[in-house]
């Protein structure tokens, strides 16, 4: 069975080239994608991955207002019920050249389990998702191999 | 919904307008009447189409950045530094994403924090939120004209909020601002929103003041052929002109291919005149350059590299103007002073180019060529689809994909053109979608695709296309993966 | 003294070197039968012949820096630090100005003084007084070949030591690296001592060993018109050729105006081959462009722009490599950070430009037609007053002004002629002191100048020289005192 | 009477271009000017300005080596029984991008009346010429006005 992660670009965010991008890279890994594309609200997030019962979510925000937009996603993912869900941000998560370590800490303490800076190359997170998908598993007294694998 | 390429009556007009102003409690601020009287007595220097038509006449290139955020007394004192210290001929007023999609009560929020913060929390200027009378202060407060720059399906209130204010020019369009920047918005109420904004243009055009309208010419930014963001251009450029608009500037995005984008940039003006000349609209029509629009490399030496490749390009493609990317692109919103870097190196560049001309080289000849063609064929059968009109062939256009950009986030837009660069660096069509374009134009096309992948040793295939995307990022014009 | 433009005997060039490897302790240290054999073991990719062979072949402009420190740790760091982050093609390896004086006790002093304010105190690496030991520290501890680059007029004791130590490419010339960097120095000495630089260097090559030899193209750096600089590196490289040196790379410095940098790059290449080929040379011809020479500004924004845009010249002239200046220049020897800063650009540039080319324009062919003609004039009035021999001719030449390079110290240099920009930003004849050009070729020069000064509502006078050389440091091209 | 100045390059430098503009724009300027060119040693200054009697020794300096070739001027100058002759330099003093303040006042210590950042504009030495020079004679005790003139 393969890992579902729903995906979508956050807020009022049009960025679609790396939101494609990382569509056709995840599939060709194996996975199976729920992209819900760009301009999506916490809500529509959220109803993607109950209905696709994901695994993952991965939140992109390119445009800077990634903080103001990320904020109470957690939260919201617990109240839904879907708090084991992984949840990944990447893109250019906030206005302007800043402190990366500063920024990284700000969207951890939001409740997100991994945090990306500009840049980042797609196999990048393929191998934390294997990884942390794996590991979730075992945190949640599943079974720890060939359940969930990307290829 | 009534679209028609026709111009709007006053009343439509005006009955709209009513409608408009009261979108958010700011439109009241809008006085038709008073903004007029307002911007007659504007001096000169702050007029944006003038500036324009002196730089055309003086075959300069004007160099202009992009800048915004969220507070009026720090936008206020980021143009001042972009006017004094980074020798802005033009002044813009990028618009925050919230004000993009019309969410002025989330611009509250956006305001509210960055006076929190100390910093700006918004990605731009929310200029419906601070109103004609925050606009007017940040006018008054530079010596040079201002354009508002956005990418609004939407922008009916901006617009009124934004001229009012004695900003002369105003960029956008139906296609170019929903297109590349929305998900759902119907091309048949951004193309109506658009005859108003350009009619108000038009509106104040018949006042006797100059008002400048920019449609977006790079659209996503990523790799458009420069058929497909010509032909656009000119459609908006033909449905401003239909609602009275005299001060048209078209513009494009550096592929890249010194070549090509010469050639682009001159096909665009030469045809631009020739439909401007045969629906019979009198317009005074200007060039803009847009510095490399895609993924920047995060190495700002490199960064400044690219930058200075667009800058040559614009001067030698004749740009009358050129909106300038900092060192910072890649990471985030550039400081002022990052902004200012970007604009000290083109300018340099445009500065040591300013002598000289490129003669036309007879490949440069044979790309405007093909480009025209390939323009050709897509407004044929726009026009065709449309039974003669243009707004409604222009809908049925993307609906049908004989109009197509390249990983645009719209429902609307049929995402099935893939581009990818020649063997020349150029860009080219990796699949021309539904695109009506001429068999031996594709024949040519495929041909210069199959002498790149043949000289790097691989198939023409998707994967041409992903390593483009990310080619300039990583140091390099064509994508060749073998190169690693 | 005994000047002629014909191969040294071996008997005399063994006779020479005696009194060469005398002048400093160092010398000892050479051992030319160990050399070869030193030379013969150094792994392929360390030769600065074959790397540049490969380069042209492959249609590839490589990317060389310039850098130097007096202590052999640091310029190892120095070094590596350009290979590895700045990513050189080629590595230099510049020569502090005692050593270019034959100065070796200052050099001396200067190592002391370094050793104690822990920094460099001498603006190059002191190569001889470091000897073949220290020299084959450096070249092997990089990874790629290794070039003198100096400004010496007597360079015999540099070149034994340099070569020995497996630096396979030396920069100079009888004629470039005195009239520019001498005040004293006749050429009878200068030429006969680079003729010895030139017979070792055909001495390796006897023996198996390719060695290349770059004059320098740049001369002053300052507004040089392309034909003297292209006739001076046209004269140096025949004369190399002569002592049996097989693999020339000849140089060009930026002027700023495309049309004229690309033409003066091919007019050199083109008729370099002519005359090797009609004084029967095989020689493998390659070529060197360099980034703007002239002063540059302060700014480092700006000095990224001058910088790009000689990446830009370089990549559509098909240099074969290209040598890159830092966003420090105006203000001091770049730090290896800034050194790497000017690369990364440079190569971002080069990269975006690798798969164009710039096909020849009318303006271009007329262009390298004028050059070749002005070199021609030149070249044939140098061997009558050689009576036929070449490096006789250039003596006499310079001393009836029949060659003259512009702002030169040397006081054998007539300093009679004057270059300013013309109206398309190309540097042109504002004076051609004594210099044998033809009266229709002039009269073509002067009416594109009287064109420039109709421009600026001025008269060609001494002004626009002046003018002239601040401009690109001011922000241009072209000097208008009007523009302020 | 117009003021003689004796110029020059010092030490091991070539550079040649800025002596050329500078001796142009002193000269129209109006003061005397002796430029012994490149290449120049301390001795070459000293004897030019005392063979001349020369009001103003101006040392340009390029290459980086300045710190090194200046050092001792102001001695010999005292020495040779010139200590009153206004003492100038300029140029690229250092090697490298080094902090202006500390670079002026090594150069102060050395003994210079005037110590010029790159990319000094020749007007600037012109008026500190014309006001240090009146100075000069007011401390010499000779006439304040019309005596030396640039003009
Ligand atoms: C192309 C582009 C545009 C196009 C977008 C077209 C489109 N529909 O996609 C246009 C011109 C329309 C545009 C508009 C705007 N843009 Co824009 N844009 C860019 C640009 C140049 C390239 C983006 C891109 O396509 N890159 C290529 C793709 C493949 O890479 P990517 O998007 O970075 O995504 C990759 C990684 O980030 C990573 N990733 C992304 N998300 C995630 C999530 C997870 C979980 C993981 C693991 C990885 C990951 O993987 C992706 C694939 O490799 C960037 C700057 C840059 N990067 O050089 C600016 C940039 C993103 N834009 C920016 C801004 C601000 C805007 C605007 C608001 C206008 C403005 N103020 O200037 C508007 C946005 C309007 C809106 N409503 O969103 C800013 C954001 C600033 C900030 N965060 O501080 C940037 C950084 C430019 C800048 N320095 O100012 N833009
Ligand atoms: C052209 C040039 C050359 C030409 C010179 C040709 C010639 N014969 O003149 C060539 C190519 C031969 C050359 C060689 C070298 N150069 Co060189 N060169 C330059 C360059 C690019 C421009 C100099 C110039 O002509 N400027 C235009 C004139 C008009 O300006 P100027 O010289 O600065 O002089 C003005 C002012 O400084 C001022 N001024 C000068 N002196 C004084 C004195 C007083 C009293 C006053 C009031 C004012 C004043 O007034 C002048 C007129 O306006 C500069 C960098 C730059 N500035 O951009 C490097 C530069 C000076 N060179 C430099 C070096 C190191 C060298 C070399 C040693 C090679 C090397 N290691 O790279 C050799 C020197 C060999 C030698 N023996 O001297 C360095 C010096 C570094 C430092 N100080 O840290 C510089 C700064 C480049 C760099 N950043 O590395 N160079």
Request: proline share 3%; charged share 25%; glycine share 10%.
């Amino acid at each position: 069975m393969n890992a579902v992660l729903v995906m979508g670009v956050i807020g009022a965010d049009c960025h679609s080239v790396g939101n494609k991008i990382l569509d056709h890279a995840f599939s060709e890994a194996g996975f199976k994608v729920v992209n819900i594309g760009v301009l999506s609200s916490q809500e529509d997030f959220i109803n993607a991955a109950i209905e696709t019962g994901a695994d993952a979510m991965l939140v992109s925000s390119l445009y800077g207002h990634g903080e103001m937009d990320c904020r109470g996603l957690k939260d919201k993912c617990v109240e839904s019920g879907i708090e084991d869900i992984l949840l990944y941000v990447g893109g250019n998560l906030v206005v302007g050249k800043q402190d990366w370590e500063d920024v990284k800490r700000r969207f951890f303490e939001m409740g997100f389990d991994r945090v990306y800076p500009p840049g980042t190359h797609p196999d990048t997170a393929i191998d934390d998702l294997t990884r942390d998908l794996r590991l979730n598993i075992v945190l949640k007294g599943g079974r720890t191999d060939g359940v969930y694998s990307a290829y | 919904m009534n679209l028609k390429n026709e111009k709007w009556s006053e009343e439509r007009f005006f009955e709209m307008r009513k409608e408009v102003l009261c979108q958010w409690p700011t439109g009241e601020q809008v006085d038709l009447d008073e903004a007029v009287q307002y911007l007659k007595k504007l001096p000169e220097e702050k007029n944006f189409a003038k500036r324009l038509a002196k730089a055309k006449n003086d075959h300069k290139t004007l160099l202009q950045p992009r800048a915004g955020v969220a507070l009026v007394e720090d936008h206020i004192d980021l143009l001042r530094y972009l006017q004094n210290e980074g020798g802005a001929d033009l002044l813009p007023t990028t618009i925050d994403s919230y004000t993009r999609q019309n969410r002025y009560n989330e611009c509250e929020s956006g305001i509210i924090e960055s006076r929190k913060a100390g910093r700006s929390m918004l990605n731009g200027f929310p200029a419906v939120n601070h109103g004609v009378y925050g606009c007017r202060k940040v006018l008054e407060a530079v010596n040079i004209p201002l354009q508002a720059r956005h990418g609004t399906p939407d922008a009916r209130l901006l617009s009124e909020i934004t001229h009012a204010s004695g900003w002369t020019s105003n960029e956008g369009g139906g296609i170019s601002y929903n297109i590349p920047y929305a998900k759902s918005a119907t091309l048949e109420k951004s193309i109506l929103d658009w005859q108003y904004c350009d009619r108000l243009a038009g509106y104040y055009q018949e006042q006797g003041i100059d008002i400048n309208r920019e449609p977006f010419g790079p659209l996503t930014g990523t790799l458009v052929p420069p058929s497909i963001s010509n032909a656009v251009a000119i459609i908006e450029g033909l449905l401003a002109a239909e609602q009275g608009v005299k001060h048209i500037t078209l513009g494009y995005g550096q592929c890249g291919n010194l070549t090509q984008d010469v050639a682009a940039m001159s096909a665009l003006e030469e045809q631009a005149h020739e439909y401007f000349r045969f629906y019979g609209y009198d317009v005074q029509l200007t060039t803009v350059f847009h510095q490399w629009m895609g993924g920047f490399p995060e190495d700002e030496a490199k960064a400044f590299g690219v930058i200075s490749w667009g800058a040559a390009t614009a001067a030698l493609a004749g740009a009358t103007k050129v909106i300038v990317k900092s060192p910072h692109e890649a990471l985030g919103i550039p400081t002022r002073e990052a902004n200012t870097q970007g604009m000290k190196a083109t300018r340099q560049v445009l500065n040591l180019l300013n002598e000289q001309k490129l003669s036309m080289s007879k490949d440069v000849v044979a790309e405007v060529q093909l480009i025209k063609s390939e323009v050709k064929c897509l407004l044929d059968a726009v026009l065709d689809a449309g039974d003669g009109d243009l707004a409604v062939g222009t809908v049925k256009a993307f609906k049908n994909g004989i109009l197509d950009i390249p990983f645009a986030p719209s429902v609307h837009n049929a995402g099935k053109i893939l581009p990818a660069r020649d063997v020349n660096g150029a860009v080219r069509y990796l699949s021309y979608g539904n695109l009506p374009v001429s068999d031996n134009l594709k024949e040519y096309n495929d041909d210069l695709l199959q002498q790149r992948a043949s000289k790097e040793h691989r198939d023409v295939s998707f994967q041409l296309v992903v390593d483009d995307i990310f080619a300039v990022s990583l140091g390099r014009l064509v994508g060749n993966s073998a190169l690693g």
